[in-house]
Every structure is written in structure tokens, then in C-alpha cells.
T-cell receptor, first 117, second 114 residues
Framework: AQTVTQSQPEMSVQEAETVTLSCTYD???????LFWYKQPPSRQMILVIR??????QNATENRFSVNFQKAAKSFSLKISDSQLGDTAMYFC??????????????FGQGTTLQVKP | ETGVTQSPTHLIKTRGQQVTLRCSSQ?????VSWYQQALGQGPQFIFQ???????GRGNFPPRFSGLQFPNYSSELNVNALELDDSALYLC?????????????FGSGTRLTVV
């Protein structure tokens, strides 16, 4: 069974600084997708960035980028130039991309990020 | 385009009662999933519906059931409520190729069972 682990329950960063959130996963599949979601106090889960396992190039979305290490099964999120609006809970998530895919996202336990002014 | 909308936003029920939660998927999205998120935890997959049929289910008992309608909206029904069912219930929708584009989530329904 696939698992996702986020080992940092809480993190803080000063505004305009850079922070990296860690995520490791376990799977025997070769075809899968990885996501980072942000959940602010409004509760809505917002997609931050996604990575397809067969792509070696790390995904980037403006201030957000990932370090995808497939052999190590690691998928960290780097937030550059942190802003107060980045304060939220961040979830790493895995989805099997094989033919038996049921659309199930497997989430980690989350990391609460606080950006300080 | 409108996003995913869920109703109600908050709900309080008594143990043993039944509850129905509703979700309107984002325009153009034909696949809907439901998740249960306990306080301080990551969401847990309940089930997914595509073309009005359940095509994936997580580790939840049969008293958790669902429906998808021709307009792709969906309902989550929970019978015989237990105290542990208290959680945030999230609905997510996607086009069929959701694994490539990701899922759009609603803001959830906060269910409290007393």
C-alpha cells in the first residue's frame, strides 16, 4: 500500500525568506502523480503544484518549486519569497497513475506553515 | 467558471441519525470524489463517482454511501452516525483525466455528531 509521510508538523519562516517542506512516499508503482495542496483557514484545499513521475524535470509554479527525487521517493516543496498569504496547512499527496487508478489521493499528515512579518 | 460548492457549511447531528451532504462539481468536471478530514489530519478517501457509478472506494463501512446525478453533482449519505464521524467532509471534482490536472476541492461541510 502507498503511504505519504510529512515529518514536519509545524514550520515558520520570515516574510520574503525561503522555506522547504519535506515529503516522502512509499510505492512500488512506476507510474504515479504527486501533488502539493494548500489548506488555509478557509478550509478549501488549493492545488499548489503537481509532478508526473515520468518527468525528470522538477515542476515550478511562480514562487513554488519542487525537488523530486524519484529514487529516494522524496518530493519536497520550496516556497521562495514567502508571503503572509502563504500561511496555511500544506499537504503532500500521491495518486497512482496505473490502469487500476481509482482517482484516490493519498495525503500526508500535513505541515502547518506560518509566515511571520 | 464556478468552482466546487458544498452544502451545508456546518451541520450538527445526533448519534444514530442520518445525514446527507451535497456537492456541485466544477463546470466540465464529470468525476467527483469525497474525503473525510479529521481535525489536524490529512483527508481520507471515501469514494469516487464517474458517470453516476462508484468506481473506487476507500476503507469506509457501507453506511457511507453516495450518489452522482446526470449533471455530475453528488451526495454523500451517512447512516447511523457515530461520534467518530465528526469531521470536515470535502468534495473534489475533476475531468476524467484528473490524475494529470489535479482535483478541485470545495470548502467542505463541517459535521459535528453529538
Amino acid at each position: 500500500a502507498q503511504t505519504v509521510t510529512q515529518s514536519q508538523p509545524e514550520m515558520s519562516v520570515q516574510e520574503a525568506e525561503t522555506v522547504t517542506l519535506s515529503c516522502t512516499y512509499d510505492t512500488s508503482e512506476s507510474n504515479y502523480y504527486l501533488f502539493w495542496y494548500k489548506q488555509p483557514p478557509s478550509r478549501q484545499m488549493i492545488l499548489v503544484i503537481r509532478q508526473e513521475a515520468y518527468k525528470q524535470q522538477n515542476a515550478t509554479e511562480n514562487r513554488f518549486s519542487v525537488n523530486f527525487q524519484k529514487a529516494a521517493k522524496s518530493f519536497s516543496l520550496k516556497i521562495s519569497d514567502s508571503q503572509l498569504g502563504d500561511t496555511a496547512m500544506y499537504f503532500c499527496a500521491f495518486m497512482n497513475g496505473g490502469s487500476g487508478n481509482t482517482g484516490k489521493l493519498i495525503f500526508g499528515q500535513g505541515t502547518t506553515l506560518q509566515v511571520k512579518p | 467558471e464556478t468552482g466546487v460548492t458544498q452544502s451545508p457549511t456546518h451541520l450538527i447531528k445526533t448519534r444514530g441519525q442520518q445525514v446527507t451532504l451535497r456537492c456541485s462539481s466544477q463546470s466540465g468536471h464529470n468525476t467527483v470524489s469525497w474525503y473525510q478530514q479529521a481535525l489536524g489530519q490529512g483527508p481520507q478517501f471515501i469514494f469516487q463517482y464517474y458517470r453516476e457509478e462508484e468506481n473506487g472506494r476507500g476503507n469506509f463501512p457501507p453506511r457511507f454511501s453516495g450518489l452522482q446525478f446526470p449533471n455530475y453533482s453528488s451526495e454523500l449519505n451517512v447512516n447511523a452516525l457515530e461520534l467518530d464521524d465528526s469531521a470536515l467532509y470535502l468534495c473534489a471534482s475533476t475531468p476524467r483525466q484528473g490524475r494529470r490536472v489535479g482535483y478541485t476541492f470545495g470548502s467542505g461541510t463541517r459535521l459535528t455528531v453529538v
